[in-house]
């Protein structure tokens, strides 16, 4: 950020202000007479005049312009004792001296210090000075600006705008896993290295790129690479920056973004999260934004304004596209979209590789274990994981990273910190029989993930945890899978009704339930895999006014919801006798891999599976081998 020493001497106007006051308050000489002289007992005017006819008043001091008195009197209510009283005065009052007078009492003035005086004066005046001064100031500042007179109030000069970074030092080859966002972008470097070779045939260059991708695939390292390799600025926003709370703002920063991009051309001008100001305009549930409009507004403009051929390539990120306003996908802006996806197997062991190289890795370690054990981790995930397994070799002390450290960083990431191991009780036996029946359900059932391992050592919010290798594609799942997840699920439930009986069981298994719940609705209501039909009753496309996630049910009628609301209960009570049979069928072998459990606190899926086959035929899965 920089700070000029204008910016410095504006904000430190209302500094000096206050600091002024502070001060005067605190050290602007007070009656200091008036409060050594201070007199405990207080009496009223009325009861003073009272006195002062029966002549018990000997001394007035009159303090405060005449607001205050302190006075000395004598008499017998006083019990003849000379005291000092401090009366209040109704306001100054002339004929009271004159009675004082008469009545030759000892009369003294002791008007306010001049000092104070003197101060009150400065006061008075300095503050209107420094106003009258900072309000010139501004006006002057804002008449010279680009902005015009709409700018007066320079709320957003005075932060930091932008980033600019001369050198990224990101160069095409950190960027892994995405290789088709990559090569699309390849050429928007030649774009920006030769620009003559697309212009002398008459090409107009792409003023803007739209990454849309979720967080942490690597669309900000992109953009930034994108800079490195073409060796351009880098100039950046967030668009959760454009929204402030003065309306005007977001639209200054945007032209000031725009004013220095130019002079720095060619570059790249990166807005973050462009959804946060570029929604669909005046849909607003509850009223538009202005402000967001505005600034919209600006970056259209801005777009507009200028021509293809002056080196600016504005690439903007956001990982929903669905809710842009159109105006903003128009040719012209950012008429090129990429996606920037999830990595894939290959992806996420090309992503690993390119962190590794930094990273003292165990000869051993196969990072394509690694890779198949992270199906759904984003690059920024891998990046995490790898730094973690680093941070905790080095905590073991241990020269190289090895699998041990990169499978519990994998289990941190995905399930928590781990926790201390519960002691050998009745709940501990309950969640080895619910864990176990998560597991025997998982392996015996055909369409199921194959199990990776089960183990006791808390994660996170769960007390045991059965570990699943997930299949690659997660994309298309059938119905048959569907299903055996969700006997999966139920498994652990089972097992505490069968081996402990309907009152012991426990709500631990809430999480499960909702999970089933949903999977069944799922099946039902979007997936058409019901005896209601292929029908799609519900959508999760959320309204992006109304939060996420939010269910859109108003499609069907309510006697169609009791419908679906009985197809749920069919599917999940259906799964729940098939669940029930397995555990009660294999009642034997749960028993002895509790045991091996409690004992171990871990079983690995190979040792799971080896015993399990030895009383029961384990159904042949996909395994991965390398
Ligand atoms: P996004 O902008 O999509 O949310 P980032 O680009 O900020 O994600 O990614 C955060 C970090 O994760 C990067 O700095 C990088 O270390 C790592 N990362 C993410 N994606 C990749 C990738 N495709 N290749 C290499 N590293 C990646
Ligand atoms: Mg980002
Ligand atoms: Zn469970």
């Not at 008043?57 to 401090?86: C, F, M, S």
């Not at 942490?216 to 390799?229: N, R, V, Y």
């Not at 001008?269 to 100001?277: K, T």
Request: proline share 4%.
């Amino acid at each position: 950020m920089k700070l000029s020493w204008k910016t410095l001497l504006l904000w430190s106007l209302p500094v000096v202000i206050i600091i002024f006051f502070l001060w005067q308050g605190f050290f602007a000489p007070s009656n200091n007479e008036l409060n050594t002289n201070i007199a405990n007992s207080r009496m009223t005017y009325g009861r003073f005049l009272e006195y002062l006819d029966m002549g018990w008043i000997k001394k007035v001091d009159i303090y405060e312009n005449g607001h205050t008195a302190i006075v000395e009197a004598v008499g017998p209510e006083l019990g003849n004792r000379l005291q000092k009283i401090r009366v209040e005065l109704p306001t100054k009052a002339p004929e009271l001296i004159i009675k004082l007078r008469k009545a030759h009492v000892d009369l003294d003035a002791h008007p306010t210090k001049n000092t104070s005086a003197v101060w009150n004066l400065i006061g008075n005046l300095l503050f209107p000075l420094l106003l009258i001064g900072g309000l010139a100031y501004l006006l002057r500042r804002s008449n010279n600006s680009p902005g015009g007179p709409g700018q007066a109030m320079s709320f957003g000069k005075s932060k930091a705008l932008f980033q600019m970074e001369a050198k990224t030092g990101v160069v095409f080859e950190d960027v892994a896993g995405i290789d088709e966002a990559k090569e699309e972008f390849e050429e928007v470097v030649t774009f920006l290295k030769q620009p003559e070779s697309f212009t002398a045939v008459g090409a107009k260059i792409p003023k803007g790129v739209l990454l849309i991708g979720p967080p942490g695939t690597g669309k900000t390292l992109l953009a930034k690479a994108i800079a490195g390799e073409a060796n351009v600025p880098f100039f950046s926003i967030s668009g959760s920056e454009f929204v402030e709370m003065f309306v005007g703002v977001g639209a200054s920063r945007v032209r000031d973004l725009f004013k220095k991009a130019k002079e720095n051309a060619p570059c790249i001008v990166f807005i973050d999260e462009i959804d946060a100001v570029g929604r669909q305009r005046g849909t607003g549930v509850g009223g538009g934004n202005d402000e967001r409009e505005q600034t919209l507004n600006q970056l259209l403009t801005e777009m507009d304004g200028f021509e293809g051929n002056t080196g600016i390539i504005v690439i903007a990120a956001t990982n929903r596209a669905d809710i842009l306003d159109s105006a903003l996908l128009r040719p012209g802006r950012f008429d090129r979209q990429v996606a920037v996806n999830v990595p894939d197997f290959k992806g996420r062991l090309d992503i690993l590789n390119v962190h590794a190289r930094n990273k003292k890795i165990d000869t051993n370690v196969s990072l394509a274990t690694v890779a198949r054990r992270t199906p759904g981790f984003s690059g920024a995930d891998l990046a995490n994981l790898l730094n973690e397994a680093a941070i905790l070799t080095a905590r073991k002390r241990k020269q190289n990273i090895t699998l041990n450290e990169i499978d519990s960083s994998i289990d941190r990431v995905v399930a928590g910190m781990e926790g201390t191991p519960l002691i050998d009780s009745k709940s501990k036996r309950l969640i080895a029989y619910h864990e176990i029946g998560h597991a025997i359900v998982g392996t015996l059932v055909k369409d199921h993930d194959p199990v990776q391992k089960v183990t006791l050592i808390p994660r996170g919010q769960a007390r045991g945890l059965t570990w699943f290798t997930p299949s690659e594609d997660q994309s298309l799942i059938s119905r048959s899978e569907i299903k055996a997840r969700i006997m999966g699920a139920l498994g652990g439930r089972a097992a505490e009704e069968i081996v402990f009986g309907d009152p012991e069981v426990t709500t631990g298994a809430s999480n499960d339930l909702q999970q089933i719940t949903s999977m069944a609705r799922q099946m039902v209501t979007r997936f058409g895999m019901s005896t209601i039909g292929p029908l799609s009753l519900e959508n999760e496309e959320s309204n992006p006014f109304l939060g996420k996630g939010m269910r859109s049910n108003s499609e069907y009628s309510d006697e169609v919801a009791i419908k679906i609301d009985k197809q749920i209960q069919e599917i999940v009570q259906e799964c729940h006798y098939n669940t029930l049979k397995i555990i009660k069928d294999n009642r034997v072998v749960i028993d002895r891999l509790v045991d091996l459990l409690i004992e171990k606190e871990t079983i690995d899926g190979d040792e799971f599976r080896e015993i399990i086959s030895e009383y029961t035929p384990v159904p042949e899965k996909y395994q991965h081998t390398f």
